[in-house]
């Protein structure tokens, strides 16, 4: 089939419906397209596809060698949606209820080829019902004697499931109203781990399957036990590239807090702990594998019930490994250990433990080292926002204030990124609340005012609101002239009028409550500046508001009353 005379002549035999013809046709051009890549544009040109269609169910005995074909072609992108066009679809899901396994698989692979990164394919399989049928065959195959199973007959059945779901919402949410999620998880199960294909197939389908409808297949794989299956199979594998496929279908599962709490109960962290030898010294088996690994288990430690599984008031396998992170060379390792604690230290109790542990202290010493790296601003961000959490609870702030850390994280604020800035800001924020001390410690100093104004007109939101919220909070934790006035001379009212135009009631209740503290606390200075603010106004607009509580209300008379 060298040229077009010999293209013509088997598209002849092919349109002729003799039986013989059509057979010693289908053979020829297969034979071509096996030695020749680039014939498929030719036989698409030539229409060999439309006819293709005309005979898949009026010649039953060629149906086999047809769908061949037209799996083969499809390998092609320039074949697929001509081949929708042509209406091969239908006959194809017709073929795949015939008796003859042979049919059925090369149906199979021509359907899945059509559908590949193909959403006219996929719609055209959606309205031929083939879904369902597709699903059903699947089903038979998950629930047959394992030692009989046939994998070159289910590597297309999966392979054709991945295809038409890829991508495609409408798919993924079709086959969860059939039962392929729990076959799926029932083939894993037996042959995960037998043939690597197979299992990268199924892992991949996982992740189209949960790519198109998130909540529903990651509630549907669940209940089908998917996660005890895939934390074994994560053991049985030894090929990396299939470790990393299976370690992104878990994180994407693992969105799903009923996921994090099966996972967790399943000791999915103490699995990846000892897979990829995490508990050694942050040293990892696979670089490739790594940090995917380091992300999924900070991951599993943000869900509430997941958290208090693994951590077990310090008892569970995952804080020593942590401390041990942070005393790393590796950055990801190092910030992936300073944001795991962040997410421990979510709880008063955790916070207890962890500070009698000695984290505090090897935080410290991460931020003091890494203060000067401009690489390290994933650290400095991941550590900034451990130390906010363990502030939180009203007996380690006494700890913390009394071991001046407020001394460590200050001059964050002065770093050039502004994440870094943003948490400096959020951890002082916290460790202020109810430290009179601390406060007055920070407010009193003249450049640490005139910094926190600087920020206050940062161009990034987060920024700029932080930094006045940290001055509403230093007037009100401190409550003395010496920090009003160090603001005051800072320029700090214009940021807390900002504040108090803020859309977050409590963003306006701060600066409404640090206006009164500027008015008792620095007298006639305070007055004047609000006044010259304009802060009258503002005060005279939220009283009169129908929809303001009735504690900012006072407040904000308060203000009224002391600038008349």
Known sequence: MAGLSSLSSALESIESGNEGKVQDALVKILSECD?????????????????????????????????????????????????????????????LRADDREKVRHALRA????????????????????????ASILEIEAHGEVSAVDL???????????????????????????????????????HGSSDIGLCRILIMTLDALLEGAPEPAANALREAGAVTVIVRLLGAVEDSSVKELIIESITSAAQNDLWKLALAAQGCVSHLLRQFQLDIDGQVVSEGVSDKVLDLIVMLLTGDESLRVSFSSGNGPILPVVINWLKSEDAKVISSGALAIGNMARSDANCTVLLEKGVLDLLLMVLEKHSSMEESVPILHGVLSAVRNLSMPAASKEILA????????????????????????????????????VAIALGSQS?????????????????????????????????????????????????????????????????????????????????????????????????????VGNEMRSNAQSIVDALK
């Open 35 to 95: 030695s020749n890549n680039a014939v498929a544009a030719d036989l698409v040109s030539c229409g060999i596809l439309p006819a293709l269609a005309a005979l898949v169910n009026a010649v039953p005995s060629c149906q086999s060698k047809i769908a061949d074909l037209v799996a083969t072609l499809a390998r092609d992108e320039v074949a697929r949606s001509p081949a929708v066009e042509a209406g091969l679809v239908p006959p194809l899901v017709d073929v």
């Open 111 to 134: 359907l899945g080829n059509i559908c590949f990164d193909n959403d006219e394919g996929r719609e055209a399989l959606l309205r031929a019902d083939g879904v369902k049928l597709i």
């Open 152 to 190: 070159e007959f289910l590597k297309p059945i999966c392979g054709c499931v991945l295809n038409m779901t890829t991508g495609y919402d409408a798919v993924a949410e079709a086959c969860l109203e059939t039962n392929l999620p729990s076959s799926l998880v029932q083939i894993i199960r037996n």
């Open 402 to 437: 009394g071991r001046s850390v407020y001394n460590n994280v200050l001059p964050y604020i002065h770093h050039a990124t502004q994440p870094v800035q943003l948490k400096a800001m959020g951890a002082l924020r916290i460790m202020v609340d109810g430290q009179e001390s």
């Open 447 to 547: 450049c640490v005012a005139e910094r926190l104004v600087e920020l206050s007109t940062s161009p990034d939101v987060g920024v700029m609101s932080e930094s006045q919220r940290l001055i509403a909070a230093l007037l009100k934790n401190s409550k003395t002239d010496s920090v009003g006035n160090a603001l005051l001379a800072a320029g700090a009212v214009t940021p807390l009028t900002a504040l108090a135009e803020s859309k977050h009631v409590i963003m306006v209740h701060e600066a409404v409550v640090a206006f009164n503290i500027l008015v008792i606390a620095c007298k006639d200075t305070g007055v004047k500046a609000l006044l010259d603010a304009g802060v009258m106004k503002l005060a005279t607009d939220i009283v009169e508001d129908p929809d």
